[in-house]
Structure formats: C-alpha cells, structure tokens
C-alpha cells in the first residue's frame, strides 16, 4: 500500500540565494562601453532596451540620432537589434542612459578625419551664417567657414541653401572644432589648370600696403610690393588701381595654403619699367616670360646656373583660433516638446492663475544653435594681414 503522507522537502534555494546567483551571471556596464541591446518597448519620449542587465536600459529621444527626432519609431522598431553607447551610470533604480547619437558621431570624426588624411574636397550646403562666416554640415558635424574662407562676391547671407566646394583646414574632435574653407577648394580646383612661368591677364581687385591681389579667372593671387619692380617702390598704389588690367607671371603655386605667387618684376625687359613704362611690360610680357621658363628649365636639367627667382616674403595670417571663436562641431541635443491635451478644468485653472498675474507665460526656449552662435567679428586687421579671397561668380 503506497503511503499517501506527503513529505515536505527542503530545497534550500531561497529569494536570496536566486538574486545572488542572477548577480554571479550579471554583466558590468560602464559608461562609454558600446554595447549590444534589443529594443523591447517605445515609449512616447525614449524606448527601453534589453542589454543584459538585471533592469532594461533607457534611451532619451534626443539620443537617438544626429538629427531631430519627433517620434523614438523614426529610428527604432521594436524587437530590432542593434548597437548603443551607455550615456550614463545607474540611476537609483538601477537604470542605465543609452545613446545612439553618441555611436553616429563617433563614427562621423573618423570619417572627416579620413577625408582629411585624402585631402578630400567635399560639398555641402550653407544652412546658416552669422557674423564669423556660414555654417555647414559634414557627415552629420557641423562644420564652420571663417569669413576670410568664403569666396564669393554675394553677401554671406544670400549663401544659406547654396552648396560650397570645401577642404578641411581642421579636424579637432577633442577640442571639438571641425573648419573648412571654400577658398582653398577653388584654388586648388583653378592651380590644375595653371602653371608656374605661365603669364595670364587679371585685375586688380585690392592694393595692401603689401602688395595688390589680382583676380585670375575667378581666383585671387597676390603680387607682392617685392615682385612688382626691380625698382624700390614706397606703396604698390604709386603703380596699379582698383579695376586696372595687368598682365602677370605666375612664380609659385601653394595648393596647400590656397596660394597664387605673382610677378611683374620677372617680366620687365628691363629693371623699372613697371614704373617708367608698364605698356613696355605687357607687350613683352610672353618673351619674357618665356626666358623665364627656360632658365627654370635650365636650372632643372643642371645647366649653366642663373639667377634663382625667390618666393615673395610670407604674409603672415592669422590662425583661425586667432581670428574668431569657432562654434562647436557637435551640437546639443534638441528636444522635440512635449504636446499635451489638457482637460477642459485644467484649462480654466491656467487661465484663471494667469489672468490673476501669480503666474507667467513661460519664455521660448532657445535653440542650441543660438546658445553656441557667440562668433566674434574679424577685426580689420586680421582681415589685412590675411590673404584676400578667391572670388566666384
């Protein structure tokens, strides 16, 4: 006969003993980990995400990408998989801050870095400008172009929408800083097709104390007060105007620096006529020039030596960190607002408070975009100390 009593058995695995054995299989998440999670639940202002913690993890809406999101199911489905940064430690119910806009632009510095390396030219277009130049955006970063980099005749406000040739001029993650230059880009578009000893006409489309800066088909080269004449001369105003027609050599091409060498000096039949007679200079200019060549041409292949022509004296320009306050490539993260249906009560409570004055509207928020705009103007003589723009009709 089976013996129905039952007997109690002592398992010895208590609440306990379980949470301690979840804490032996738990996993360790610290901030800055790149880690791999599943998306469980949306919820109306960020999405919880199953990361193998003992509580789901949590990702703000305004984490969830570069761009500005309106709704957390423009970027995450539920059940998908895919990678997130940890924004932030444990808060005191144990949950963790995740972030994909983290990952994106982590993953957008190493891409302008790479274009950097390759000496890239890209394209992108102006949405913005104030005072210091025109902002842009690359790879998701935004980007800055000093004013003294923008190289068009049209006022910087009429460029907002327009799409700009860029070279990278810096690349600094940890200072947060991403500068481009449109002048650099033209130069460098404009040098392929020229060539040093090559004479071409310009204008003249501003004198320095330091020399004039002639516009070459679209681009600017500067005609140093040394290279204007074998002769001493005080100002290059005593020699050209605004607006002249020159006829000019090219001596040097700086793709890296955005630079165009120029002189008349090589081109005088003999030391002064620039200033005596410029009409000699332009007339002979191709048979002068072509001297010039061949004694270059000479110097090359090991010839008879010859007069060795010297670089105009550096002009020294102001480092972009001197000229203005560059604004931050990554912005802060804007946040969609809430909108809200209130009941008809809690209207009329609103209503009364603010009709009796305890209680304000509240003030517009603002952007973050206004908040990092604090760009300081270029000071004169930053803009004469550097080279004049490249223009583009």
Known sequence: MVNQNTVAMDVGFTHEDFAALLDKYDYHFSPGDVVAGTVFSLEPRGALIDIGAKTAAYIPIQEMSINRVDSPDEVLQSNETREFFILADENEDGQLTLSIRRIEYMRAWERVRQLQAEDATVRSIVFATNRGGALVRIEGLRGFIPG???????????????????????????????????RRALVERKMNRLEVGEVVIGTVRGIKPYGAFIDIGGVSGLLHISEISHD??????????????????????????????????????????????????????????????????????????????????????????????????????????????????????????VEEGSVAPDEPAITAMQNSEGIAEATEEAEEAELAPVTEE
């Open 232 to 353: 001493h001369i005080d100002t290059p105003h005593s020699v050209f105007n605004v607006n002249d027609e020159v006829k000019v050599m090219i001596i040097d091409l700086d793709a890296e620096r955005g630079r165009i060498s120029l002189s008349t000096k090589q081109l005088e039949p003999e030391p002064g006529d620039m200033v005596k007679n410029p009409s000699v200079v332009y007339d002979k200019a191709e048979e002068m020039a072509a001297k010039y060549r061949e004694t270059v041409m000479q110097q090359q292949q090991g010839g008879a030596p010859a007069a060795v022509v010297e670089a105009p004296p550096e002009i020294e320009a102001p480092t972009v960190e001197e000229e203005l306050e560059i604004p931050s490539a990554v912005e802060e993260p804007e946040i969609p607002p809430v909108v809200e249906e209130a009941t008809v009560e809690e209207r009329s409570v609103e209503e009364a408070t």
């Open 148 to 182: 003294s980099h923008i190289s068009t005749r049209k006022p910087k406000e009429e460029l907002v929408a327009e799409e700009l040739p860029l070279k990278f001029l810096e690349v600094d993650e940890e200072r947060n800083r991403l500068v481009l230059s449109h």
